[in-house]
């Protein structure tokens, strides 16, 4: 190939990304209205929780009258706006065309054992997929009123302003976050062995109770490091998109990118990740891989 034709195959690249940059933008638009107009709803019982009907789908798993509102008011807005695309969302699971291109994924209430109890630490997360590929994602907490997106190619942003994962150099001194594998026991002392690994180096770990929201704190650096095990597509998606585009690496504990179909996450900037992993391995059973 001549050095014409490789120009022309990179400008012809160029313009196809910028071309899918902008068609992002609305899309963008509505996943943000969306997310805001949830949360209306999430702000507005938080006087009335203690009469909130609760069913538990499974062990330490729960699900309001909050979550169903929020995430109906989610669909109708994306559906209005792209009705041929797919949704998989957390209470009603799959819906819309399989043959669609886009998928959106999204978690109406990340943290509704924190919502229950008053401990504000919850978020909405709304991330879209094109051809398999995590295009956008928006994390939004309702109670700070913290917009979190970020758009394939296009940077992360904090209501925005654009956010950087941190420069923090190894685990000596690093701030991580992490979860609990609260729904599944058999891997607590596979987790233990992890949490314990990290204690001694760490300057500190926390759990919050938002996966969405710790994606996101790791993305604009107020997290240096996260992982946790076990955890659902759409707790991870929109946080994922958000890592990756202010710098950071998000993989499984195996290092490849199957982390949306096994839920087992490591997420940090460059360096703390690459310590992070080794720390991790020894504690890593063949079913974490």
């Keep these: 190939m001549n050095p014409d034709t490789n120009l022309s195959v990179s400008v012809m690249l160029r313009a196809d990304s910028i071309q899918e940059l902008f068609s992002m933008k609305p899309m963008m638009n509505i996943a943000v209205r969306a997310a805001?107009?949830?949360s209306k709803v999430i702000v507005q019982y938080m006087d009335r929780i203690d009469h909130l009907p609760v069913v538990t789908k499974e062990r330490n798993d729960f699900v309001t009258e909050v979550d169903q509102k929020a995430e109906s008011i989610i669909i109708r807005t994306l559906k209005q706006a792209f009705p041929d695309h797919s949704i998989l969302a957390e209470e009603s699971g799959r819906s819309g065309e399989n043959t669609s291109e886009y998928q959106w994924i999204i978690d109406p209430l990340?943290?509704?054992?924190?919502?229950?109890?008053?401990?504000?630490q919850f978020s909405i997360s709304i991330a879209l997929k094109h051809k398999n590929k995590?295009?956008?994602?928006?994390?939004?907490d309702p109670l700070r009123q913290e917009l979190f997106t970020a758009s394939l190619g296009d940077g992360?942003?904090?209501?925005?302003?654009?956010?950087?994962?941190?420069?923090?150099?190894?685990l000596s001194g690093a701030l991580l976050g992490t979860g609990f594998p609260?729904?599944?026991?058999?891997?607590?002392?596979?987790?233990?062995?992890m949490f314990k690994s990290f204690f001694p180096e760490a300057a500190g770990i926390r759990r919050a109770g938002s996966a969405a929201l710790d994606l996101a704190y790791v993305a604009c650096g107020r997290l240096d490091g996260f992982w946790e095990i076990g955890l659902q597509s759409w707790d991870i998606a929109a946080g994922a998109l958000l890592v990756r585009e202010a710098g950071?690496?998000?993989?499984?504990?195996?290092?490849?990118?199957?982390y949306l179909e096994n839920g087992n996450v490591i997420a940090a900037n460059p360096k703390v990740f690459n310590q992070m992993l080794k720390n991790l391995e020894p504690h890593i059973t063949d079913s974490l891989r």
Excluded: C, W
């Excluded at 995590?134 to 939004?140: A, I, R, T």
């Excluded at 609260?182 to 062995?193: E, F, I, N, P, T």
């Excluded at 950071?248 to 199957?258: K, L, M, P, R, V």
């Design 36 to 38: 805001r107009d949830a």
């Design 110 to 120: 990340d943290g509704t054992t924190n919502y229950l109890h008053g401990f504000p």
């Design 134 to 140: 995590l295009v956008l994602g928006v994390v939004y």
């Design 156 to 170: 992360a942003y904090l209501n925005n302003r654009r956010i950087r994962v941190s420069k923090q150099m190894g």
């Design 182 to 193: 609260y729904k599944d026991v058999r891997h607590l002392d596979a987790y233990l062995g």
């Design 248 to 258: 950071g690496i998000i993989t499984d504990f195996s290092a490849n990118e199957d």
